[in-house]
């Protein structure tokens, strides 16, 4: 290999050349950056195309992505995540060797192109399922909680929704991904990523940018995670615990014995995060996030419901041992380690500054730091754990992300390595976040009960890594849950609420029948209740329970019989699995509507409501829309016949909407929209309602104004 002396000059050239080539080509080829959710199980998150998600890197927001129960809304517990590619006397395509060259995707640099912190480059990134996305709709109207932008359906494939994703980077290795979510409700709570690294020389979208070849020597995949448990709390707890800053983080590596000799979590390679101590609270300990007042998103949540009783990691599933032997090797992640989340190393890292990436490349080779973060804050473990004192962010202005690094490997041109880790998060049911956050509320339990109760979550995530290493050493041929339907269609009406639902494969062999739910109020509301148990050919449900005045959401879960189930895998045998909620769930309110109104006779005045009349954009959501809704375009007309047709015409009287009303009940709703799917702009318009059993006819008027 020639080397030759590193000359900033130099460096100016190479970047020049490569962001021309980058310019050319990049509109081309790449992808750049985009965002897809990956939405079918209790813990979901977002990925990015460039290759990792770095801190704000889809909203300004610092709590965003791996949400955990994803159901519940506020359950953000990733602040940032970081990928750095760094190997060891590199030669760039102008013959400079760098002792150390590293590439950046994140904690807080974007990845993107050949910049100073750049270094990846997308080239392929689409979302992938094992079926359709179901349809959801309440009252005519799409339900949709989160928009899957599926681009390929894939029956054949082991997971339920998969993310592929192929991305080059200017140290000439190729990675391609695979992010893996299941809905089987033993397997919903992690995220498979499976990494393929490979000596591909190529360093742009495609082979317009290629090094000479050469072997890349030393090479490490050190990944960061900064968490954050959870929004939920930290809204109300607050800000600096937003990001962090009173996370402790755990680890477990094989042949490493805990202080306090802790065996829980042995056999795992493991690295997990907490919401521990946050030391500017002293109202009460706040462990587990208990929230007792709620002034921000919802002033009724002041039960004392714990909020950040989560525990949040990652635990390695395979590593290959070279790029000769792929066996696993036990001794990887070979670094597991702790480093400070606003460290000036997490900040600003540039691809080509000589100084920086020789620090960077000391972090990633550092080995296993020992004992772990949680550890430094409180020497005697668990047994202060539960009882906490001293302050997680040891004196740091950001608090602790954990880190982890793989290697080193030697990889020849066109040789490749194997990586494959979990996401994941366990912890206390919805039900006892609430009952055992409303005793200590209540002074029924003393601080450090909750806190034992609280860290039982942390068998909990325990449990997850386990099923998540059996489905990976199964072939990821876990027993199938039934389908979810196809379609779930909710229709208010005056003396019911229908809910409908088809299948997309009506002879599923893992189907035994549903489950028709209800929650009040909210789609996420603590209560739930089952409403009716169908038989596999059933196909609706009249909830004829609502009550006037309150908003209803359902939700259809096909269930299984328990014979089908053999087990495996991480799933017991003999256990009736489920769909999952997540895909039948409805996010807007049903009501039940009033009776229908009197008869219409010609010529007499009208006795229905058009409401608000004026319509007006401006004014609050209150009061231009009905309770509950999220359609803030949406007119009323309450007390018509059950059976009749209205008609919209503008003033000059261009019929541009028509609307057949056929329900039995005295109440229908217009969205604003035209027969042409045109937005109305301000003005007058005629209601004309015909009644199709009276055969009569009665007129109104109403202003719009926007």
């Known amino acids: ?26 509109n081309a080829q790449g992808v750049g950056i985009v965002n897809k959710w990956l939405s079918v199980g209790s813990l979901q998150s977002w990925y990015s195309s460039v290759g990792f998600e770095i801190e704000e890197g889809r909203v300004k927001v610092q709590q965003d992505g791996l949400q955990w129960p994803a159901l519940y809304q506020n359950q953000d517990t990733e602040a940032a995540k970081g990928l750095w590619i760094g190997a060891a006397n590199w030669t760039a395509p102008n013959g400079s060797v760098y002792p150390h060259k590293v590439v950046h995707c994140g904690p807080r640099v974007q990845g993107l192109g050949e910049g100073p912190d750049g270094g990846f480059f997308p080239v392929k990134f689409e979302l992938v399922s094992k079926f359709e ?12 909680y989160r928009t899957d932008e599926i681009e390929r359906i894939d029956p054949t494939m082991k997971a339920d929704r998969m993310i592929f994703s192929v991305v080059n980077t200017s140290l000439g290795i190729t990675m391609t991904k695979k992010i893996m979510a299941f809905s089987q409700g033993f397997h919903d709570s992690y995220i498979v990523h499976d990494y393929e690294f490979k000596n591909t020389g190529n360093t742009n979208y495609d082979d317009a940018i290629e090094l000479p070849n050469q072997t890349v020597d030393s090479l490490y995949f050190f990944f960061q995670y900064r968490i954050a448990v959870s929004k939920d709390a930290n809204i109300v707890l607050g800000n600096s615990s937003r990001w962090g800053i009173n996370t402790m983080n755990d680890a477990r590596v094989i042949g490493r014995t805990l202080p ?11 690295q997990f995060s907490w919401h521990g101590k946050y030391q500017s609270w002293t109202r009460y300990d706040n462990l587990g996030g208990p929230i007792f007042d709620n002034p921000y998103y919802d002033k009724a949540d002041t039960i004392g419901r714990l909020g950040a009783a989560q525990f949040v990691g990652v635990v390695t599933l395979h590593a290959d041992r070279s790029a000769t032997d792929s066996t696993d090797d036990p001794a990887q992640p070979r670094t597991t380690s702790y480093k400070g989340s606003d460290d000036p190393l997490n900040s600003r890292n540039d691809q080509y500054g000589v100084a920086g990436m020789n620090n960077e490349y000391a972090w990633m080779r550092e080995g296993n730091v020992w004992p772990p973060h949680a550890y430094v804050v409180e020497p005697l473990g668990k047994a202060k754990f539960v009882e906490p004192a001293a302050d997680p962010s040891l004196g740091t202005s950001g608090g602790w992300s954990f880190a982890k690094g793989y290697g080193p490997y030697r990889l020849a041109p066109g040789q490749k390595v194997r990586i494959v880790f979990a996401e994941a998060a366990g912890g206390l049911s919805r039900e006892k976040q609430v009952s055992v956050g409303r005793r200590f509320k209540s002074g029924a339990i003393n601080a450090r009960a909750k806190n034992d109760s609280v860290f039982t979550g942390r068998d909990s995530l325990f449990q997850t890594f386990r099923r998540a290493i059996a489905n990976y050493n199964a072939g990821y041929n876990i027993p199938q849950a039934p389908l979810p339907p196809k379609s779930v269609t909710v229709t208010s009406g005056g003396d019911k609420i229908t809910i409908a639902w088809e299948l997309y494969d009506d002879n599923d062999p893992n189907l035994a029948g549903f489950r028709v739910y209800r929650t009040i109020g909210r789609f996420d509301a603590d209560t739930v209740k089952l409403l009716y148990t169908a ?20 939700h259809v879960i096909a269930y299984g019989n328990p014979s089908s189930n053999p087990g495996g895998g991480g799933t017991p045998a003999g256990v009736s699995l489920t769909s999952n909620r997540v895909y039948s769930q409805t996010y807007d309110p049903a009501f039940l509507k009033r009776a229908a109104g009197p008869p219409i006779t010609s010529g007499a005045l009208p006795k229905f409501a058009v409401v608000p009349n004026p319509f007006i954009i401006e004014a609050s959501p209150s009061l231009r829309a009905g309770p509950g809704t999220t359609n803030e375009n949406r007119i009323y007309f309450f007390d018509i016949p059950g059976y009749c047709t209205i008609k919209i015409y503008t003033e000059l009287g261009e019929l541009i909407k028509t609307i057949n009303h056929s329900d039995g009940s005295g109440d229908a709703s217009w969205d604003c929209i035209t027969s042409s799917d045109q937005l109305v702009v301000s003005g007058i318009y005629i209601a004309v309602i015909e009644d199709a059993k009276s055969g009569g006819r009665a007129i109104a008027k109403f202003a719009v104004i926007r």
């Open 133 to 144: 996305a179901p349809t959801l709709t309440v009252d005519g109207v799409a339900s949709v």
């Open 260 to 270: 306090d000799n802790d065996t829980s979590g042995a056999g795992l390679r493991c």
């Open 1 to 26: 290999m020639k080397h030759t002396t590193y000359n900033p000059i130099n460096r100016v050239l190479f970047v020049a050349a490569a962001l021309s080539c980058f310019l050319s080509q990049s």
């Open 535 to 554: 038989g596999r050919t059933e196909r609706k449900f009249d909830d004829t329970t609502a009550i006037r005045g309150s908003a209803y959401y359902y």
